[in-house]
């Protein structure tokens, strides 16, 4: 474990994955709820919701949008350290905006629009905090561990 995992008590890889999936779990239930809102069913069937059209240009968007945290789990422990931390930072901040476009209407939504956008937040500045390991931090991490 380097110095700076060491005050988030985790290697950085696997928080930053594990965030990923707190907000994907969150985006997902979100989504989930909007079948107990009154009528939305009916909207599905029509093809009609909240007066957009459900087209498959939309679904083709809405998939891409969902494979975004869907990646990032996966990316965030895959990736070499700069292209990890910069793809934390950009897909972290394309998120939040694409979370805000998506206009929370409810009062549950807001509360999981509100959760996701801190998590990203707190994805963003975990990745601009990284700093790369350097061989002797390493080496003094292991001699405090023994």
Partial sequence: MIANNKTIGMDIKALLSTLWIFVLFNMIFRDLHEF?????LEEIMTGTVNGVQIT????LI????????ISMVL???VLKYRFNRWANMIT????IVLVI???P?????IFFATIEIVSLLFIVWCAWKWRKPTYGTQLKNL????
């Fill in 36 to 40: 107990g809102r009154p009528g939305f």
């Fill in 75 to 77: 990316l965030s422990r």
């Fill in 101 to 103: 476009q998506n206009r």
């Fill in 56 to 59: 498959e240009e939309l679904m």
């Fill in 143 to 146: 001699e405090s561990i023994q």
């Fill in 62 to 69: 809405g998939g891409i949008m969902a494979e975004i945290p």
């Fill in 105 to 109: 209407a409810d009062l549950d939504d």
């Fill in 92 to 95: 972290g901040a394309i998120t």
